[in-house]
């Protein structure tokens, strides 16, 4: 079962945590990605996964974050599968309410 994390829980997880022993995972499409994104994330949209997973280290913990949290959660699953230590972030970018690029 994959964990979950609601926006705000990230948003407060990235100003305790400022070492940062995690990265955020953007799957959003280019154009959605462009238009605001959580400072200091990864883009890897949701078709390039697969393609992408040797980019994406097993030692730490990723929050996969998109618009709404559906996408996110279907990479999610897939990366749990994997092996991947992960967290979706429920309510994605729509609910975020930090600081954006």
Not at 58 to 67: G, P, Q, S, T
């Amino acid at each position: 079962m994959v964990k979950e994390i609601t926006s705000q829980e990230l948003a407060d997880n990235l100003q305790q945590n400022t070492e940062r022993a995690f990265t955020i995972i953007d799957v959003r499409e280019y154009n959605e990605y462009e238009s605001g994104s959580i400072p200091g994330s990864v883009h890897i949209p949701l078709g390039e996964i697969v393609d992408r997973l040797h980019e994406i280290n097993k030692e730490i913990a990723h929050f996969i974050i998109c618009r709404s949290g559906a996408r996110s959660g279907r990479v999610s699953e897939f990366l749990h599968q994997q092996g991947y230590n992960v967290t979706n972030v429920v309510g994605g970018m729509l609910d975020w309410e930090g600081k954006v690029q």
